[in-house]
């Protein structure tokens, strides 16, 4: 009797036994498993890591920007042609300098070329112009007059006839006659300049520039041909625009401006032209030209124009449309100022 109840029990054990186990697996099967939180990476903008700008072309950088501006003066002779360094110009101003023949000032900043030239004489309102810019002026040569007027602004300039040939600052290319064969060894700037007591770091307020989003946005009419006329015949300059790279190229005289090593063509975002007073002063057909005043204006970027005004605002020619002031987008930028006389409208073709 006894040994039947305890085999009851074993029984009634084993049943209780597996009624728990399946009530266990019946839990495994209903309850949901937990949800695990991940967190969903988001792609770091690489333009909104770059802490510093570049204030002659806004682009972003983590590179140091607080050296000085150098503003060169470039020939742009028919000798002088292909140029060499002015890819690498961040802004260039194309003035008039004697007779129909233009002259460049380039200004570097945030790229350095290893040569640019052949460098140029000076002129008073190039002088001027690298003075508001804060700038070091670099040329080579200068009417004795004409350089006691720039000399009088206080400009820092590094003078071609006092380094000549010297194989450190300039350097003569017997591939060209003089004074087509002066070129400036860009690298060695900073150290020549430093030991002459000139400044070589400066802190820039940037330039206006639009934002991805507005540039974008823009609109005007369009602008794939930009023809420029100083002299008919002689100084002859064209922007043609590719919208494949977004970037207009310049020809001067019917051929494309390129660098003379690479032939690398000039490419640009902003084209600026703009007219203004320019006055012959001498039997040298040298000139003064009003950079003061401002005057009307085109503002052609991304294939399109704008017509505006034109001001000068604590140094620098900038675009106003309606009295507002208008950016440019970021990238590289030419000037081309022309006289009054004939006037923008017949010295410019826009198509």
Known sequence: MLAKKSMLLIFMLMVFVLAACNDDKAKEVTEEPEEVEVEEEVAADPKSELKNVYPLTGIKTNDPVNNRIVGIMVNNAT????????????????????GPITRFLAFFHSETPEVVGPVRSAREYY???????????????????????????GVDVLQGMVYDNDQVLFKREDFRVAPHNSYFIYPNVYEVASENGID?????EPYPFLKDDEVAELSGNPANQVEIVYFEGQEEVMYEYDPSIEK?????DGEKTIELDDEE??????IFVVETHHEVIDSANRRAVDLESGGNGYLIRKGTVEEVTWKNVD??????????????????TWINIVPTSPGIEQSVTIQ
């Open 79 to 98: 000798q002088a042609r292909p140029q060499s360094g002015l890819s690498q110009a961040d802004i260039v101003y194309e003035i008039l300098a004697e």
């Open 127 to 153: 002088g001027k112009l690298a003075f508001d810019m804060d700038a070091i002026y670099v040329y080579h040569g200068a009417a004795t007059h004409v350089e006691e007027k720039i000399l009088s602004t």
């Open 200 to 204: 070589v770091e400066r802190e820039y």
């Open 248 to 252: 207009y190229i310049r020809y001067n």
């Open 265 to 270: 063509p000039i490419l640009l975002d902003n």
């Open 315 to 332: 140094g620098r020619i900038l675009p106003f449309q309606d009295n507002e002031p208008l950016k440019f987008v970021p990238g590289k």
